[in-house]
Antibody
Framework: QVQLVESGGGVVQPGRSLRLSCAGVGFTFSTYVMHWVRQGPGKGLEWVGFMSYDERNDCYADSVKGRFTISRDNSKNTMYLQMNSLRAEDTAIYYC?????????WGQGTMVTVSS | QAGLTQPPSVSKGLRQTATLTCTGNSNNVGNQGAAWLQQHHGHPPKLLSYRNNNRPSGISERFSASRSGNTASLTITGLQPDDEADYYCSAWDRGLSVWVFGGGTKLTVL
């Protein structure tokens, strides 16, 4: 069964860092572009960024560029989101999603709360 | 980064037909069309269609998508109570090299 499992969320103070993980199960992880998408409380979906299947290319939304970094370890079927200099407006559920023409598989999400 | 434009809410009666719209520009919706996602409260999104009217396996034929110029549409026929959810469109923007989402439409089934 194709599945994505996020972990690593929690409560963090403004300015601090946090790393999220996304594990892929039931498919050949190394052949898919993978994305992070977030959803603030009561808000819509916001694309965060993606990492190509071969780890050569990444791309980010302006709102996180320079603060967030996506990486992946295909040997572990896992993608990561390193979030630095966190702000209150980064508070959201963070989903990872697999790209197959569009976002065809989503994880359950992990909650990140940035608060002092 | 500007997103796609969706009406905030649509209300229709049981067994009626709802059409949701998503407006972008020639770099996103007008280029490769839009994907549509359904999200029930407290759950992750689920892909309904991609590149205008390709449905993943398991998605009901009651959901059909189309595009005219820079506007994509999702039509849901025979509305059921479980269709009450938030619906999002998304597209790759070749000009900005980013994915963009619409703000979402809350569909209420009366």
């Amino acid at each position: 069964q194709v599945q994505l499992v996020e972990s690593g969320g929690g409560v963090v103070q403004p300015g601090r860092s946090l790393r999220l993980s996304c594990a892929g199960v039931g498919f050949t992880f190394s052949t898919y572009v993978m994305h992070w998408v977030r959803q603030g409380p009561g808000k819509g979906l916001e694309w965060v960024g993606f990492m190509s299947y071969d780890e050569r290319n990444d791309c980010y939304a302006d709102s996180v560029k320079g603060r967030f970094t996506i990486s992946r370890d295909n040997s572990k079927n896992t993608m990561y989101l390193q979030m630095n200099s966190l702000r209150a407006e980064d508070t959201a559920i963070y989903y990872c999603a697999r790209e197959s023409d569009a976002f065809d598989t989503w994880g359950q999400g992990t909650m990140v709360t940035v608060s002092s | 980064q500007a997103g796609l434009t969706q009406p905030p809410s649509v209300s229709k009666g049981l067994r009626q037909t709802a059409t949701l719209t998503c407006t972008g520009n020639s770099n996103n919706v007008g280029n490769q069309g839009a994907a549509w996602l359904q999200q029930h409260h407290g759950h992750p999104p689920k892909l309904l269609s991609y590149r205008n009217n390709n449905r993943p396996s398991g998605i009901s034929e009651r959901f059909s998508a189309s595009r005219s110029g820079n506007t994509a549409s999702l039509t849901i026929t025979g509305l059921q109570p479980d269709d009450e959810a938030d619906y999002y469109c998304s597209a790759w923007d070749r000009g900005l090299s980013v994915w963009v989402f619409g703000g979402g439409t809350k569909l209420t089934v009366l």
